[in-house]
């Protein structure tokens, strides 16, 4: 069995919908667990599909055109099946900054797409993730000390985007938005922690396992604990004392809890339609590696900086963990979901088989003339839409003529009316494109940007429409 070994990675993207759109650029450094480097760097480039616009504003931000991505990239079945290889290994631990939140899903999705087991990567052979944003915004509210934290923001917000820290602490990251940049700056900053803060890092390191976090976060009304997330931005920083009460029926990783510096007379007023708008109710995902600490944690002077007031929180804990009906209430919630009528954005509709997993070990090593044939030996209503669009972002020219002009119908319908709201169509690609052009504020390197993105888009309508316009 290989050694335990951390695999640091960062994407750059076209746009900020997971299910949506798509990856441009996937950088990752291997290192063992003392954060040392021990292989080679792996940069990949995603192809794009003729089924897809880009988001200028995401291309301004990466600098990452369509035609570079063409150029340097594999198509979308060879560029995931290699992450997958690497995620894979025995006694991984997949990492990030904000990774969890945002990277693993574009992975997810991808997975998906291809027929791969979207979540597999994250359990199987011992493999974990792991994503140190939380840890950052933890070391602030707990830790604080040998570490120099960036200015605030204009709302007197701590901040902790990656490039304001590593300017900080006078770390290296020049070329930021360069997904291998990012993933030398993400590693850089883990070592600080670990440097100056061993003992939170090491704590952290350990609720990759559910089962430590469910030490912490027990059910039902459990010992009060501090819960660092973003929802909770203020002055003070991320971290409140909240109470966990119960799992929800319908997720068992799912607990949901409720910040006691908030009025708790609305929970214990809400119906089950109603509770999870409720001010101060949260989710806690056991599974994604959530920042909790105990209640021991919350010394006088820990709850002063963050302006927590521990005794009246406390009582309204022990108040609230009396009216044993708003059990009831939470298990009586139907949870809703917005569903989009477009395969691509069905990844939680529902888990495929065992036998449907067979099927696309046996598709994803056939030849690509070869896999319309497997339209018939699955019987997920999913299937059908996604093999199709597997085979034509990746292999259009093995269909015959029908499937091929049924193909150019889905592009042209793709990127006319994309699903779901405020997705990049033509009408707007062409105008944020020529706003940006037309701002004397865009700089010389973006409307190089810009102008490509435009002659991709009229080389992109050509060959979907046949027409130059």
Request: with cysteine; glycine share 4%; hydrophobic share 40%.
């Amino acid at each position: 069995m290989k050694s335990p070994s951390i695999l640091w990675y960062d994407l750059e993207t076209f746009g900020l919908d997971s299910r949506g759109d798509r990856i441009a650029q996937f950088a990752a450094i291997r290192t063992n667990l003392a954060l040392e480097q021990i292989e080679e760097p792996i940069v990949l480039y995603c192809k794009l599909s003729d089924d897809y616009l880009p988001d200028p504003l995401s291309c301004l931000v990466t600098g990452i055109t369509p035609q570079e991505v063409n150029e340097k990239g594999l198509i979308e079945a060879e560029f995931i099946a290699l992450i997958n290889k690497e995620f894979s290994r025995p006694n991984t631990t997949v990492a990030g900054f904000n990774s969890i939140r945002f990277d693993d899903e574009f992975i997810r999705s991808a997975l998906y797409r291809n027929f791969f087991d979207p979540y597999k990567r994250e359990w199987e052979y011992n493999n974990s993730r792991w994503d140190i944003i939380d840890l950052v915004r933890a070391a602030h509210d707990l830790r604080p000390d040998g570490i120099l934290w960036p200015d605030r923001s204009s709302e007197n917000r701590p901040v902790f985007r990656l490039t304001s820290l590593t300017e900080a602490n006078k770390i290296e990251q020049i070329g930021a938005h360069d997904a291998l940049v990012d993933v030398r700056a993400t590693i850089a900053v883990a070592k600080l922690i670990k440097e100056k803060q061993p003992k939170l890092y090491e704590y952290y390191y350990n609720l990759r396992s559910k089962s430590e976090v469910k030490k912490i976060v027990s059910t039902p009304f459990g010992q009060p604990i501090l819960y660092t997330n973003p929802l909770f931005s203020s002055e003070f920083g991320n971290t409140r004392l909240v109470l966990p009460i119960t799992h929800l029926k319908t997720n068992p990783n799912a607990v949901l809890a409720f910040d006691l510096s908030q009025d708790a007379t609305a929970l214990l007023t809400a119906d089950p339609s109603s509770i999870m708008m409720v001010p101060g109710v949260v989710t806690i995902s056991v599974n994604k590696c959530p920042f909790v600490s105990p209640l021991g944690i919350l010394t006088d002077e820990v709850a002063k900086r963050l302006g927590i007031d521990k005794d009246a929180a406390l009582a309204k804990a022990a108040y609230i963990a009396t009216q044993t009906n708003l059990l009831a209430t939470i298990h009586s919630m139907k949870e809703t979901f917005e569903v989009v009528d477009d395969v691509d954005y069905q990844i939680y509709s529902a888990f495929f088989t065992a036998q449907d997993q067979k099927v696309f070990d046996e598709l994803r090593n056939a030849r690509p003339e070869e896999k319309m044939s497997f339209n018939a030996r699955v019987h997920d209503s999913r299937f059908g839409g996604l093999l199709f669009r597997h085979i034509g972002r990746n292999w259009p020219e093995v269909f015959n003529a029908e499937n091929s002009a049924r193909w150019r119908s889905h592009c042209a319908n793709r990127t006319l009316n994309p699903p779901s709201d405020g997705k990049m169509n033509w009408k707007y690609f062409y105008r944020s494109i020529d706003e940006k052009l037309e701002s004397v504020e865009t700089t010389p390197q973006e409307k190089q940007v810009l102008a490509s993105l435009k002659e991709y888009g009229k080389a992109l309508e050509q060959r979907i429409f046949g027409k130059d316009s």
